[in-house]
């Protein structure tokens, strides 16, 4: 018995392992093809900290793609994404719909931030109040919508977002504690208001994986 419960684990792990291969590969490769389509002068004139945020963004879009999939396709998307079987994405239709939508917005926000014209950036090929207002109306949209489906989700759909959350603050910290005291000690490592928001950004999506990983919903 145990040999067998041993074994369907092992199984479980190598297909989840493989689907996160496959998915960091389609999204290294969907990000390498969008940032070489910006053009070698539009990247050296962002610079690192505005790559990184629209690499962050890239990956936002990257994952809403792929849940919008699922819900299109649901047998094929089984195979892609963490779920048990194609009746599962068809009977979670609604939230992972508001998920893809979140994702969708939170990535094109990011990019448009990253590509916005700003101080040290005059080749922008976005204006500074397209993109705050973008972020400006993304967060009212996102605190309403937060509002509007309070009751939508079940006790451990809440349970694994303030998890989540709760991992996203306490890696952000860290991070942006010891990046920010090496920077006024003056140890080189200068950090960036843009370098804030894709801390942030990154962080709130690893500690989505965190927290859903620690309940062992990485291996279904």
């Known amino acids: 018995m145990n040999k067998a ?3 369907n684990r092992a199984s479980q792990v190598k297909a989840s392992a493989l689907k996160m291969l496959v998915g960091a590969m389609v999204g290294a490769g969907f990000s390498a093809a969008a940032l070489a389509l910006a053009g070698a002068g539009l990247l050296d004139a962002m610079g690192p900290s505005r790559v990184a945020l ?3 963004g890239l990956v936002y879009l990257l994952m809403g793609a792929f849940v919008g999939f699922g819900l299109v396709a649901p047998q094929a ?5 963490n779920v048990g079987d194609a009746d599962e994405l068809r009977d979670e239709r609604s939230t ?4 893809t939508a979140v994702m969708g917005i939170t990535g094109i926000v990011l990019v448009l931030l990253a590509l916005a014209r700003g101080p040290g950036f005059a080749a922008g090929p976005v204006s500074a109040e397209v993109a705050i207002g973008a972020l400006l109306l993304s967060t009212a949209a996102g605190v309403f919508a937060s509002w509007r489906w309070r009751g939508a989700f079940d ?3 809440w349970q694994l977002g303030l998890e989540g959350c709760l991992w996203a603050f306490c890696l952000s ?9 090496a920077d006024f000690l003056g140890f080189g490592a200068v950090l960036s208001p843009i370098d804030v928001v894709t801390t942030l950004s990154a962080m709130l ?3 989505s994986f965190v927290a859903i990983g620690k309940r062992g919903m990485m291996t279904r």
């Not at 998307?77 to 994404?81: D, S, V």
């Not at 910290?173 to 005291?181: E, G, M, R």
């Open 173 to 181: 910290w860290v991070i942006l504690s010891l990046w920010a005291a």
């Open 54 to 56: 629209a690499g962050v």
């Open 155 to 157: 006790e451990l759909s």
């Open 77 to 81: 998307g089984a195979k892609l994404l």
């Open 5 to 7: 419960v041993t074994g």
């Open 205 to 207: 999506l690893l500690g």
């Open 96 to 99: 992972l719909a508001q998920s």
